[in-house]
């Protein structure tokens, strides 16, 4: 165990497993894996997508837009979703079955009725923070391992993001799963490389955690 290492498990929520209102597709296969490297870490950090019910990444709330439409925000282009994670609901709720580390921190994205936020540290006007860089920095982390859902979108932006903020980033592979619309796991990985945003598999880890 090395305290300056954190892991990030990115929104394992029911609303993302295969049942939910933003199927990715066997998203439950992240649970296992995840449930096996959790007690290498110190420190657990759960994110959360957590949006009212009026919120603008929802399709519902655009008069002639439909799901998977994509539209132009003040800050840049948004995809419109299908009501998911509406706060304080059941699909909003971590997965019954993903174990919750003893010091694990939660944070909540996506909270805002008019900002989206894919990632962790900042929402999608790349401003507004969520506070986990600050107390990961707090605490003396360097380097972040990530995993969960959905690989293309909030684990990409939330890893891009860990990155560009100075720690040293690493996505658990096999612990995430993938929306994976026009190709975008592959046109992520891309970014990862190109940012030096490394991967690995839990089968690495009681190696390097
Ligand atoms: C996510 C789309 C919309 C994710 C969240 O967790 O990857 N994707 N909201
Ligand atoms: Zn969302």
Redesign the pocket.
Known sequence: MNLNQCLII??V?ND?LSHGA?A?PNGEEVIAPINDIVDLFDTVVY?Q?W?PENHI?FASNHSDRKILDVIELDYGTQ?L?PN??VENTKGAELASNLKIASKAHFVKK?IHSQI?S?SGFLEADRKTSTGLAEWLKARGIKQVFIC????????S?TALDAKNLGFDVLVIEDACRG?DINDSIKQEKLKWQANGIKVTSTEKLPHIA
């Open positions: 990115v929104d929520q993302f933003l990715v994110t997508d949006h990444s995809v979703w998911h994670c996506g989206d894919y969960g859902l959905a690989t293309d979108f909030c684990v932006w929306l």
